[in-house]
Nanobody
Framework: DVQLQASGGGLVQAGGSLRLSCTTS????????VGWFRQAPGKEREGVSY????????WYVDSVEGRFTISRDNAENTVYLQMNSLKPEDTAVYYC???????????????????WGRGTQVTVSS
């Protein structure tokens, strides 16, 4: 079973920052889209940000635009999600995923992604 390793979650006060990391030893991310999703209790899993490692294209959900930044480190085979100005509504379990899909609207269908990490809890207190 291929697994991605997501880490970096924690408890932070509103306005604080966290950096999530996603990596795998199973393949290199160079030919993959890597995405971050989140799921709050009782809510559907939603896409937060994606990066196409083939050309560097990125996407953000409106609610995090300007606060979160997705980036890649090819040498470390790691994708990061820098989260600044965190809000209580950002509280969720965050998952990273990877797939060789076309970078577009299909990314929003989380069931389409092939590889997933176990999730890391982000809790933002008010």
């Amino acid at each position: 079973d291929v697994q991605l390793q997501a880490s970096g979650g924690g408890l932070v006060q509103a306005g604080g920052s966290l950096r999530l990391s996603c990596t795998t030893s199973a393949f290199t991310f160079n030919d993959y889209v890597v995405g971050w999703f989140r799921q709050a209790p009782g809510k559907e899993r939603e896409g937060v940000s994606y990066i196409d490692n083939r050309d560097g294209a990125t996407w953000y959900v409106d609610s995090v635009e300007g606060r979160f930044t997705i980036s890649r480190d090819n040498a470390e085979n790691t994708v990061y999600l820098q989260m600044n100005s965190l809000k209580p509504e950002d509280t969720a379990v965050y998952y990273c995923a990877a797939d060789q899909m076309y970078f577009g609207s299909s990314c929003h269908a989380y069931r389409s992604w092939d590889y997933w990490g176990r999730g890391t809890q982000v809790t933002v207190s008010s």
